[in-house]
């Protein structure tokens, strides 16, 4: 929700309002069994026309701390274009999401939603891990 369609949720109405320049994405996953088996994997960044070269995008991901209540929240204050690198590409370019560093992986919890403070032009993707095997043991 942007500053202009902002409506605070029942769930989320603690964490504030996201600025003139912001989007507020909220997070709300589903309740599964043993959730502990789970991860959630966050992806930010911005769908691009890229050629063949690898491209990166620059900005901060700062965890903050929702004063008196103790929950976390995300915000990137700014996403710039990063380096790349200068190979000849002959092939068109492509649309493909370009992240921001390096994903963000997290316990799932479905108790609590994730809340994520970014500028207008940026997107939020996500994707649920499963643990399919058991425990093993190292060779001592």
């Not at 599964?32 to 901060?60: A, H, R, W």
Request: proline share 4%.
């Amino acid at each position: 929700m942007s500053a202009d369609n902002y409506q605070a949720q029942t769930d989320t109405n603690m964490f504030p309002a996201p600025s003139k320049a912001m989007v507020q994405h909220i997070l709300t996953l589903p309740k599964l069994n043993n959730e502990s088996d789970y991860l959630i994997e966050i992806q930010i960044g911005q769908n691009k026309q890229v050629d063949c070269n690898k491209v990166t995008l620059l900005g901060e991901i700062e965890t903050l701390s929702l004063e008196g209540w103790g929950y976390r929240y995300y915000q990137v204050n700014s996403i710039m274009q990063g380096p790349s690198t200068k190979m000849m590409c002959t092939d068109a370019k492509t649309v493909q999401f370009v992240t921001l560093g390096d994903s963000l992986t997290q316990a799932y919890d479905s108790r609590l939603p994730t809340v994520f403070y970014l500028p207008k032009d940026a997107q939020l993707r996500y994707r649920i891990w499963r643990a399919v095997s058991e425990f093993n043991y190292s060779n001592k």
